[in-house]
């Protein structure tokens, strides 16, 4: 694996030559982008297949897909630029610049849910319902979409040595992206520098699988519109929380030291266990009224 651009050196696998990107007719276009889109359109097909299944029109979530996604990008770039605001507060067009990089999953995740709060208004819908379909084609497109990240070799975590340790080539990583922790542990071969850290991309991908997966064996069993919404909540800030603490590209909440990633993650766990709570005693006193 010696020269490889990227190896998981624990698993014998590795890329000799890393391409983040495709040219067509001398234009680039990014893996990150292809695998982005990749994801919503596997998240559109999940949540239409959800919606036939509950008797919906599947042509509502389409509809709604093509706001939900221009405002759930809105929303993204918005929210990394607020935590990073002194690296664009003396050049604002670099805010415009998507190409550069510098889009957060949460602010995509507020962007959607204040789009369908519209959209819902206007349709006369129901909030929670579209809700409850929606979050399993949102869950969808993260699984894919956090594989942008492997060929961007980004979002991964502090130094480890343990199973999944993923080994990269200094060079193609950005210079924010590396802390002491990593530096100190640097790698040289054949006079080549390497990092070796923690697959945070991989380990989000395989927990958002295993909650898309019990999402989908419990949405039989659902009690009440807005459940499904909840255990998305519950089940991916779990994740989230324990994954944002292993990386090295946190936005910091204003003058804290703390991530803002794992404080609305820690919010959100607390909300939704407290309304999936009180729905199930709301349940149990209700079945012991009726004996």
């Not at 696998?13 to 292809?34: Q, T």
Request: glycine share 12%; net charge positive.
């Amino acid at each position: 694996m010696e020269g490889a651009d990227i190896s998981f050196v624990h698993l014998g696998i590795a890329i000799e030559h890393l391409k983040n990107h495709i040219s067509v007719f001398g234009f680039s276009i990014a893996y990150y982008g292809i695998i982005i889109g990749i994801g919503m359109l596997a998240g559109i097909w999940v949540a239409r297949s959800d919606a036939r299944r509950r008797g919906q029109d599947p042509e509502i979530y389409l509809d709604f897909a093509l706001y939900g996604i221009i405002f759930s990008i809105i929303g993204a770039r918005i929210y990394y630029v607020v935590f990073q605001w002194d690296m664009y507060k003396d050049n604002l067009l670099q805010i415009l610049n998507l190409r550069g990089g510098g889009l957060a999953i949460y602010g995509g995740v507020i962007g959607a849910v204040l789009t369908l709060i519209v959209y819902t208004r206007v349709k006369k819908l129901s909030f929670f319902s579209m809700a409850d379909t929606g979050v399993l084609g949102l869950i969808t497109g993260q699984i894919i979409g956090r594989w942008g990240n492997f060929f961007n070799c980004e979002a991964f975590g502090g130094y480890t040595d343990s199973l999944f340790a993923m080994r990269i080539r200094r060079s193609l990583v950005g210079p924010n992206m590396l802390n002491a922790d990593v530096l100190n542990h640097l790698i040289v071969e054949n006079g080549i520098e390497y990092i070796q850290v923690h697959p945070t991309f991989l380990y989000e991908s395989v927990w958002n699988l295993g909650v898309l997966a019990f999402m989908l064996w419990y949405r039989k069993r659902k009690r009440f519109d807005g459940e499904m919404l909840c255990i998305y909540f519950l089940g991916y800030g779990i994740g989230r929380f324990w994954i944002e603490g292993l990386r090295t590209d946190q936005l910091i909440f204003f003058g804290t030291g703390l991530a803002v990633s794992q404080m609305l993650s820690l919010a959100l766990v607390v909300i939704s266990a407290l309304v999936l709570l009180f729905h199930h005693r709301n349940r149990k006193k209700s079945a012991a009224a009726e004996k």
